[in-house]
């Protein structure tokens, strides 16, 4: 188990990249001339895989559609709006509090246009759209694209490809610096001092003087991607490794849960027994049976996970795990199994079914007899183990790989397995087992107060979705309070079921488990006034829901204008720290609220460094286009959120959000930068190494 972990860490070490330049979304426009008046412009989206592209006409407050803007429309006219090849995802989104749609994959977008002067004809215009992943966002970008009166063939079908890629990868430093500052309030113009070429082979590229309208500080634009490639990144840039190991642990997590069940504990001698009796004359015959029956278990589980997901797909799962009519309806099974693991009635398979395999199991020899035996366990065991089987299933789709469920599943009948193995291969360890008897049901009764709590997820899912509003965070959080003190009652033997047996005391065991359940449900009561409650984040519904909210500990950055922190901060002598973030950004917002809201985090960033807030999907104009040449293109920055996101390009080398970069008044690096990491320990290290360094420099 320790080298499965070092390995999945190691895997996860590994995707710890420094900052660059993402391009997840890159567009293929053509134009269709199949000899008739009636012409097509296609837009071809190529998204990767775990990336997604929002849908067109969003609802306002949301994370920005994609807009499809025809500048120059000449000698033709459109014809009916932009059209696209599939159906978008739709899924409730709690951060917005709305229902959003995105492409997944490859997706076609088609604009119909009518040719009315052949000689005339010319359309000029853009594509502005948005990137998300599950960790990060993109800042809006825009893809130019022209045709006129030489893309038209009469009679042939052909495409002629617009040039309109999406800007490739920044590998090499950026040779030329664009100075791009914001004009002052008393001005009426802003200028800007072009750039000249500098060409940097082992040093960094040289900035052009500023025009005297503008800030005289031309450091603060030069590029600084070598210096933060040698420093290093402390956020992590990929989850994928990080879930697939959360799934595994939760699967065995899971198993071993399993095997302390009444359907399961009573089977590991009888099952060991019956096998060893099977070849008691050939010791070596005993273990290797038991061997292929663990295996068999394994396999039978690892089949179930993959046929899961080859019947509904990965994306189907996750859309479905994020369905309300399906959180409602599953929110209903949980609450069945937590009912009859408290003991109102229970849930059996029909008795022909395992017959039927215990008559196969008979009446074949070899591998398939002891096939038939494990198959045999999956079923008996199914209305202990199905509650769980079920949950882990939908943590599992909920990631969004085709191998979750499989990797989940894996898991879980490994845990299940190795008991069976190992009592065969040693089997003086059965007369060490615990007797079934009554604490076997208090396990199971533990797990229904614990599937009845999950429930409660499910259903807090679907009340978001349809606004009803009857689980809002605070509902939530005294059900779990509640559920969980009684849990606490029951393990001390203060409340009692029907079929429960006598407990003359209270054992260690039950003592510690009291213990931890009395103190998580006082940890969530300060939850009721606001606290943030971070443990159970990914459980509880969103703050925003709460109406009586006293915690007011936010951080808040004093500069939203990039040369106006910088001044401030050389005139206080402080060092910077840049965070460039967006309103759509979710994993700035988790960052804010578990990272900057702790006590020290929150203690340094307001008294030892000038803290700058960029959002680089901010609509605001600018007061007018400018244009800059950027790896041999000429792009258009008409908004601040452009000239940000332009920022975080041209000096620093990146454009994924949340990104956090330490820097002295002069715009150098005294640090490395730092990317979606949610351990605070973390954080606090890397804004004190950044306060090492400036107060070494400054010295």
């Excluded at 750039?195 to 900035?207: I, R």
């Amino acid at each position: 188990m320790r080298k499965v972990l070092s390995l999945a860490l190691l895997m996860c070490f590994s995707l710890l990249v420094n900052a660059q330049i993402l391009e997840p979304i890159v567009w293929d426009i053509s134009f269709s001339d199949k000899g008739t008046n009636q012409k097509e412009i296609i837009f071809k989206a190529n998204v990767e895989d775990g990336w997604h592209l929002y849908d067109m006409n969003l609802p306002e407050g949301g994370p920005n559609s994609t807009v499809f803007n025809f500048t120059t429309v000449k000698g033709a006219e459109l014809v009916g709006k932009v059209t696209t090849s599939q159906k978008p995802v739709a899924k409730y989104d709690d951060m917005f509090g709305m229902e959003l749609r995105w492409y997944e994959g490859p997706v076609t977008f088609v604009q119909k246009i009518k040719v009315l002067d052949a000689d005339a004809f010319k359309i000029d215009g853009e594509v502005e759209f948005m990137g998300c992943n599950d960790e990060t966002c993109l800042p809006p970008n825009r893809i130019d694209f022209s045709f006129d009166k030489k893309n038209l063939k009469s009679g042939a079908d052909v495409a002629q490809t617009a040039k309109a890629k999406e800007e490739p990868k920044a590998a090499e430093k950026v040779a030329t610096t664009e100075a791009v500052q914001p004009a002052a309030q008393t001005q009426a113009a802003e200028t800007l001092a072009v750039a000249e070429e500098a060409v940097a082979q082992d040093s960094k590229a040289e900035a052009t003087e500023l025009s005297s309208a503008l800030t005289n500080n031309s450091k603060l634009w030069t590029p600084v991607i070598e210096e933060l490639k040698l420093a290093g990144n402390k956020g992590e840039t990929g989850t994928e490794s990080t879930s697939w190991l959360y799934i595994f642990l939760a699967g065995f997590i899971g198993g071993a849960l399993a095997l302390l069940t009444p359907c399961v504990w009573p089977m590991i001698p009888m099952t060991v027994s019956f096998f060893l009796k099977r070849s008691k004359n050939d010791r070596k015959k005993g273990i290797r049976d038991a061997m292929t029956y663990g295996i068999s278990i394994i396999i039978i589980y690892l089949v179930m996970g993959l046929v899961v997901t080859g019947v509904f797909g990965a994306s189907a799962l996750n859309n479905l795990s994020t369905n309300a009519v399906f959180n409602l309806i599953f929110f209903g099974l949980l609450v069945l199994f937590a009912v009859s693991f408290l003991g109102a009635f229970e849930l059996v398979l029909p008795a022909s079914w395992t017959t039927k395999l215990d008559s196969k199991a008979d009446s074949t020899t070899g591998v398939l007899s002891i096939f038939f035996m494990s198959f045999t366990l999956v079923l008996v065991s199914f209305s202990c183990t199905g509650p769980i089987i079920g949950t882990l299933l939908v943590e599992a789709a909920s990631t969004g790989s085709a191998a979750g469920p499989a990797v989940g599943m894996f898991g879980f009948a490994l845990a299940l397995s190795i008991p069976f193995s190992l009592f065969a291969i040693f089997p003086t360890w059965l007369q060490g087992l615990p007797k079934s008897g009554g604490w076997l049901n208090s396990v199971k009764v533990v797990l229904g107060f614990l599937e009845l709590a999950l429930a409660l997820k499910f259903l807090s899912v679907a009340d978001l979705a349809y606004g009803w509003r009857i689980m809002d965070r605070e509902v939530f959080l005294v059900l779990w309070i509640i559920i969980f003190t009684m849990l606490g009652m029951y393990l001390i033997g203060k409340l009692k079921f029907s079929h429960d047996s006598d407990l003359p005391y209270v054992s260690v065991p039950r003592l510690f488990m009291a213990i931890i359940s009395f103190a998580f449900a006082l940890y969530m009561v300060p939850g009721l006034w606001g606290a943030p409650l971070k443990s159970i984040s990914a459980f509880s519904p969103p703050l925003y829901t709460q109406d009586l909210n006293l915690y007011n500990n936010e951080v808040h950055a004093s500069y939203d204008d990039y040369e106006t922190g910088m001044a401030y901060a050389k005139k206080v002598n402080k060092p910077v720290i840049v965070d460039f973030s967006g309103f759509g950004c979710v994993n700035c917002r988790k960052m804010e609220a578990s990272v900057w809201t702790d006590a020290t985090v929150k203690q340094i960033l307001e008294n030892d460094y000038v803290l700058i807030t960029l959002m680089v999907d901010d609509k605001t104009p600018l007061p007018e286009v400018i244009e800059i040449e950027e790896h041999g293109k000429t792009r258009k920055l008409k908004t601040v959120g452009d000239k940000w996101s332009y920022l975080q390009r041209s000096k620093f080398g990146a454009n994924a959000q949340p990104f956090y970069v330490l820097l002295d008044a002069e715009g150098n690096p005294v640090g490395p930068s730092y990317a979606f990491d949610e351990n605070v320990d973390n954080y606090v290290n890397f804004l004190r190494d950044g306060l090492k360094n400036f107060k070494s420099e400054n010295k």
